[in-house]
């Protein structure tokens, strides 16, 4: 089955800690994002990428660093620099038809708790 | 700057009422995307609908619908004869064509649909 999948489902992290949250696809999709969500609240853009090896800053980039050494992952590393890293992050793909991009794919999400 | 609107936070209904959710948008291009998202208690995001800016037609699909107005940059989810699983948080959405490269979305903060039986 095709999908996109996210670990860990819920994650603990002490202040001051990195934590790095994997997603992966085998939809042989070519973009790849990074989603945070606060509770009540619509979803903010924190990285996207649209090739391997080269990503772009979203809305809320700050206190996060990504990586596209491969197609098929994109993990998101929360730095101790990050305020406030308490929330839900959810991953997705797209893929990219003619110049145009479709709709984008969502993964199950990963719960972040700073402790 | 893009902007998507969903001005009712939440909304409860009984069984087999009909309910629609409101989406406004703001865009200085003139191609764009809009999408509609589904957000159960799981968490995961379903994709519902895509609709690009030349196309106005109405569209449904099953009990949902779909009412995109240009004129008033609207882009309305109707679903007839709610369900209790149809509960969940929905989510408008905007991609600019011709600004965004990358295919970013701008989300609306959502609409919380409570349908009790």
């Known amino acids: 089955d095709g999908g996109i999948t996210q670990s860990p489902k819920y994650l603990f992290r002490k202040e001051g800690q990195n934590v790095t949250l994997s997603c992966e696809q085998n939809?042989?999709?070519?973009?790849m994002y990074w989603y945070r969500q606060d509770p009540g609240q619509g979803l903010r853009l924190i990285y996207y990428?649209?090739?391997?090896?080269?990503?772009q800053k979203g809305d809320i980039a700050e206190g996060y660093s990504v990586s596209r050494e491969k197609k098929e992952s994109f993990p998101l590393t929360v730095t101790s620099a990050q305020k406030n890293p308490t929330a839900f992050y959810l991953c997705?793909?797209?893929?990219?038809?003619?110049?145009?991009?479709?709709?984008?794919?969502f993964g199950p999400g990963t719960r972040l708790t700073v402790l | 700057a893009q902007k998507v609107t969903q001005a009712q936070t939440e909304i409860s209904v009984v069984e087999k009422e009909d309910v629609t959710l409101d989406c406004v948008y703001e865009t200085r291009d003139t191609t764009y995307y809009l999408f509609w998202y589904k957000q159960p208690p799981s968490g995961e995001l379903v994709f519902l609908i895509r609709?690009?800016?030349?196309?106005?037609q109405n569209e449904i699909s099953g009990r949902y619908s779909w009412n995109f107005q240009k004129s008033t940059s609207s882009f309305n989810f109707t679903i007839t004869a709610s369900q209790v699983v149809d509960s969940a948080v929905y989510f408008c959405a905007l991609s600019e064509a011709e600004r965004n490269a990358g295919n970013m979305l701008t989300f609306g903060g959502g609409t919380r649909l409570m349908v009790k039986p």
């Open positions: 939809l042989n999709h070519d973009a």
């Open positions: 990428s649209q090739i391997v090896n080269d990503f």
């Open positions: 997705a793909s797209s893929s990219r038809l003619a110049g145009v991009y479709n709709e984008q794919f």
């Open positions: 609709r690009n800016s030349f196309d106005e």
